[in-house]
């Protein structure tokens, strides 16, 4: 059983930030690009978004190859995150993509089994092999909407995944598939969607979450970011054991404007991960660390490019 704690991050903005003259640097101002600076921060794996047709092209299949191929020169884990939409995808949206408009569920089906295996296949060309795949991004009510909508179509969000995920298994064997959903403190949201997966033959390897305190106190979720934490952690123990899969949480992210409190936050999750749920979690990633504090409140870096105290939890665990 591989024992590696995965400590990881969503940069799949770098490219954009670079192209807008932006740039990186270490805390002693010592300019870097972004991958090779997550890695000095403690970092062993990156996660990249990849959207159907983006209209400008950020986020595309070969924009997300320019950052696969820095994140294995710098010798670290890849995590592919299909959004399945043009655009972003996430409990408040999941637009069908343009491409994609009108097609019958068995066509679906095999566009979105066609476009994962064309991504991963790129990947494949390039000698890169991820480690994980996301097969949808926080489908906490399915994707794909309506079709594949999980509270209308239950039947169709597990048969669409399961598409997804054969289609990875094609081209990478070994790849862990991941159904990823928001709020990883609602173990009630987790039982909805597993158990319907589960009873319309969905498959998966591993459960992802998104961990926000910030947010979930925000939405009146939870009434502190203690609350939060201590529920998922409870959630990792009581979904691992329930599905017999191992868990990871694919997203958190702390205020920026509060680097030393987001600092004991993230710490905290990263420790508690590691350490308290019977080894299940294998790992904690931040999403998009490297944006500038505005108009993104939850990075971990300043404007003009350095990381802040929040980077330092990942090197004291």
Not at 64 to 89: E, I, P, Q
Not at 242 to 253: F, L, S, W
Not at 264 to 289: M, Q
């Amino acid at each position: 059983m591989e024992d590696t704690f995965y400590k990881g991050a969503d940069i799949s903005w770098t490219t954009q930030l670079e192209s807008e003259g932006h740039r990186f640097y270490n805390s002693k101002g010592e300019e870097r690009e972004c991958t090779a600076l997550m890695k000095e921060l403690g970092l062993n794996a990156i996660r990249l978004r990849v959207w159907v047709n983006p209209k400008d092209g950020w986020s595309s299949k070969e924009d997300m190859l320019v950052l696969a191929k820095r994140a294995k020169a710098n010798g670290m884990d890849l995590m592919v995150d299909f959004h399945y939409s043009d655009w972003w995808a996430d409990p408040a949206k999941q637009n069908v993509p343009e491409a994609w408009k009108g097609l019958s569920y068995e066509d679906m089906t095999k566009a979105l089994a066609s476009h994962t295996k064309e991504v991963l296949q790129l990947l494949k060309d390039n000698g890169i092999t991820p480690k994980w795949v996301q097969i949808g991004n926080e489908t906490s009510d399915g994707f794909l909407w309506e079709m594949g909508r999980a509270s209308k179509q239950m039947a169709q969000y597990a048969g669409l995944t399961t598409a997804g995920y054969d289609a990875a298994k094609s081209v990478f064997p070994d790849v862990i598939a991941i159904v990823h959903l928001d709020n990883g403190f609602n173990n009630d949201l987790y039982n909805y969607i597993f158990d319907g997966l589960k009873a319309n033959g969905g498959k998966w390897d591993m459960i992802g979450m998104s961990l926000y305190p910030y947010w979930s106190i925000m939405y009146k979720h939870v009434k502190s970011a203690d609350e939060a934490i201590v529920r998922c952690m409870d959630n990792i123990r009581k979904v691992s054991r329930k599905y017999g899969c191992d868990v990871m949480i694919v997203e958190t992210g702390m205020e920026s404007a509060k680097p030393e409190e987001g600092k004991e936050i993230l710490s905290r999750i990263i420790r508690e991960a590691k350490n308290n749920t019977d080894g299940h979690c294998k790992g904690v990633f931040y999403w998009e660390p490297e944006c500038k504090p505005t108009p993104y409140v939850l990075g971990a870096f300043t404007e003009n490019g350095r990381p802040t105290a929040i980077m330092e939890a990942f090197k004291e665990n």
